[in-house]
């Protein structure tokens, strides 16, 4: 079993940044894959950036809504995932999750990953 618990929602003005942090517990993997999705209200889970680890490297993925405004890290002494997110407009409003899934997987498929958290609650005012 894993634990993930995010943190760093709230609400902020439009233009402004915000940083979300994962950190997960529990089970260890080896190579694993933390993932970013959200969902506003009334609309699909929807994948916004996710990081591979190897167990010696890492890859970033974003989807087309995150490119050059989002930037994803992972600290993997501490299990720990961190959403960087610049430019931030209403459009981002939602509840944003993160997901965990040992191996490499299909990043954007949130059937993919294995383990989630409660996500946390983002409010981008005009």
Do not use: H
Request: charged share 20%.
């Amino acid at each position: 079993q894993v634990q993930l618990a995010e943190s760093g929602g709230r609400l902020v003005q439009a233009g402004g940044s915000l940083q979300l942090s994962c950190a997960a517990s529990g089970e260890t993997f080896r190579a694993y894959t933390m993932g970013w999705f959200r969902q506003a209200p009334g609309k699909e889970r929807e994948f916004v950036a996710a990081v591979a680890w190897s167990g010696s490297n890492d890859e970033a993925f974003y989807a087309d809504s995150a490119k050059n405004r989002f930037t994803i890290s992972l600290d993997n002494s501490k299990r720990t995932v961190y959403l960087q997110m610049n430019s931030l407009n209403s459009e981002d409003t939602a509840v944003y999750y993160c997901g965990i899934a040992a191996g490499w997987i299909v990043v954007r498929d949130p059937s993919e990953y294995e383990y989630w958290g409660l996500g946390t609650q983002v409010t981008v005012s005009a």
